[in-house]
């Protein structure tokens, strides 16, 4: 990748030419440079993809445990086809699961996932290509670009395999927005899938700390103004619930900001045991934080 340091330098930054500098680029860039070039390794597209969404309204919370225990077993087995992706999406009313198989239609029913995809009897499910997949990706993207700027809380954290939620744990997380049901603002909480070819690379290879991760959750609120008191203290209340459960789960995707953190508290949350690192590689390259924001990596002593 062609960079800009912070001294004004444009380096092409690779694993030969500066290899710290490219290693803290690949999850930490905005900390180090503007990057006004990509060099990438392409791949032939993937042809034939299958979409499917499966919106499900639901009484209680308490029948969205039940979805959620199957979804988590299915994509948290770890013989799982990797052309899978899932996202469950948890609303007050009910929850949404969707996502893409990399393949033909009929790979995606010989690989036994629509047999153990909770609601698939509820759905639709739709052949495509890769056009019509960024099409598609692009349309969702364009729907939230448009809409009206919001007042916004949110919550998240990186599960590995050892951080999946037993089932004690998810009885327990719905119990809680089921009691909360009556007195929350709107919420939503996304589980998206990880994995796959992202684990083929070592955890320690670039500075995003998240290679061995098998689900990310994110919560978050919306409110006209500011976010209420309510909302925030509902999602924190999702929050603990989950890190009580899981609590070697200690970081998550930087993207996911949580702007209610301190500057160290947040570096420690999105670089994990790759700050250290981080930190002398800021120190050399940009000690004075031309590049920086509340949260970003802050030069070692």
């Known amino acids: 990748m062609e960079v800009v340091t912070a001294d004004g330098t444009i380096y092409l930054a690779s694993q030969n030419r500066t290899p710290d500098l490219f290693w803290a680029m690949r999850g930490a860039g905005a900390s180090f440079g503007i990057v006004t070039r990509f060099v990438v390794k392409t791949r032939p597209e993937p042809g034939n993809i299958v979409q499917y969404s499966y919106s499900l309204t639901l009484n209680s919370q308490t029948e969205t445990a039940g979805l959620y225990k199957e979804w988590q077993a299915l994509v948290g087995d770890p013989t799982m086809d990797r052309r899978f992706a899932s996202l469950f999406v948890v609303q007050p009313l009910g929850a949404l699961i969707t996502g893409t198989f990399f393949g033909s239609e009929a790979k995606y029913q010989a690989s036994g996932i629509p047999a153990r995809l909770p609601g698939a009897s509820k759905g639709a499910v739709w052949l495509t290509n890769w056009m019509g997949h960024l099409l598609h990706e692009a349309e969702a993207a364009g729907c939230t670009l448009a809409s009206i700027p919001t007042a916004f809380y949110s919550k998240s954290l990186s599960l590995n395999e050892q951080d999946l939620l037993n089932d004690t744990a998810i009885t327990n997380l719905f119990q809680y927005l089921e009691d909360s049901r ?108 031309v590049f920086r924001n509340p949260q970003s990596v802050e030069p070692a002593d």
């Open 182 to 289: 009556s007195k929350s603002t709107p919420f939503t909480i996304i589980f998206n899938t990880e994995g796959g070819a992202m684990m083929d690379t070592p955890v320690n290879a670039t500075a995003y700390p998240h290679r061995d991760s098998v689900i990310m959750y994110q919560s978050y609120g919306i409110g006209v103004g500011k976010v209420s008191a309510a909302t925030r203290k509902l999602l924190d209340g999702i929050h603990e619930r989950i890190q009580r459960s899981a609590p070697g789960a200690r970081s998550t995707y930087a993207g996911y900001v949580d702007a209610w953190l301190d500057r160290k508290a947040a570096q420690e949350l999105y670089w994990a045991d790759n700050l250290q690192r981080l930190q002398e590689i800021k120190k050399r390259w940009d000690p004075d934080q």
